[in-house]
């Protein structure tokens, strides 16, 4: 009897040392937050040896509002962004030159008292689609692999630079957490549709899984905040899939195409309500590209690193 009475007090008190992660929205809640994040990239294309430096520096400032609440804690919120800034270093042909992109983004976005979306709305005004301008590598091997190539490294810049990543903060766990406890949310990614073979017309995406660790309270900028850390890696090799774009994939010419990353993102939240106080991210990664018919190593390699934050105004 002694001993059932103090497992179950043992018990009691593994529960008590857990706590529910809840995201308490409510009609009328307003925010307005500032993102900025900076790449910092070199890279060389055969046969040149000599890497070349580039940064890539993205800012914006978007707007969450709570329109109308719903059992259970779901809440729709609108998300509006009037545009996205990017600056890209000088080169060998011009200095710096920043790019603003208007979006006027509207988007109705249903959320879960988890911080999980539900459904999104899109009620952007619609306007044509942009031109070309993706950067191209390896021309002699045909369009019909570059494009899903470089969408493969548009996507980890994409990754690294943490751009619409963490907006609107973190999906919280179903079940009670103590601190160290994790849990997986899985982000699709680098949607694209086979051009050619069995599989022609198939669309495909990849998929990768972020992993949350809830660290308990920190102490940021002398305030004390809920911490949760989340952690994203990419390390794949896509020669095999872009194999398939081919008619005959073993006449493929890639022997290896690297991708490789690995992130940190550092959630601080009102302890009240689980709202963004702020986040801060960093990541490194690199990416390169081999084939068969040349034994000097890759002939492209690309390395970078990045920081980005996320502040509430």
Not at 28 to 36: L, Y
Not at 38 to 43: G, K, L, N, P, T
Request: charged share 25%; hydrophobic share 40%.
């Amino acid at each position: 009897m002694h001993l059932i009475v103090a497992s179950l007090m043992a018990l009691s008190a593994g529960q008590a040392d857990k706590v529910e992660l809840t995201r308490k929205f409510a009609a009328g809640e307003k925010m307005t937050c500032d993102f900025a994040s900076r790449v910092d990239a070199e890279m060389r294309q055969y046969p040149i040896e000599t890497f070349f430096p580039d940064n890539v520096d993205f800012t914006y400032t978007f707007t969450l509002d709570v329109e109308k609440m719903k059992p259970d804690g779901v809440a729709d919120v609108r998300f509006k962004r009037k545009e996205f800034k990017i600056r890209m270093a000088e080169d060998f042909e011009s200095g710096p030159k920043t790019t603003v992109m208007a979006q006027n983004a509207n988007m109705l976005i249903t959320f879960s008292n988890r911080n999980q979306i539900l459904s999104i709305k899109d009620e952007t005004p619609k306007k044509p689609p942009a031109g070309g301008g993706a950067l191209r590598v390896l021309s002699r091997f045909g369009v019909k692999v570059q494009d899903p190539i470089m969408q493969m490294i548009q996507q980890l810049h994409s990754f690294a630079a943490f751009a619409n990543f963490y907006d609107f903060g973190p999906s919280l766990p179903l079940r009670p957490v103590a601190v160290g406890d994790t849990w997986k949310e899985t982000i699709g990614y680098t949607p694209m549709t086979i051009s050619s073979g069995a599989e022609k017309g198939k669309s495909l995406m990849g998929r990768v899984d972020y992993l949350y660790t809830y660290k308990g309270n920190a102490s940021i900028d002398n305030k004390t905040c809920v911490w949760i850390q989340g952690k994203i890696a990419v390390d794949t090799d896509a020669a095999p899939f872009i194999a398939t774009f081919f008619e005959r994939p073993e006449f493929s010419p890639f022997k290896e195409i690297k991708l490789f990353m690995d992130g940190t993102v550092d959630y601080y939240l009102e302890p009240a309500n689980l709202a963004t106080y702020k986040i801060v991210s960093k990541s490194e990664g690199n990416a390169s590209i081999s084939v068969k018919d040349y034994s000097g190593g890759p002939v492209f390699e690309e390395r970078f690193k990045s920081q980005g934050k996320l502040v509430r105004k």
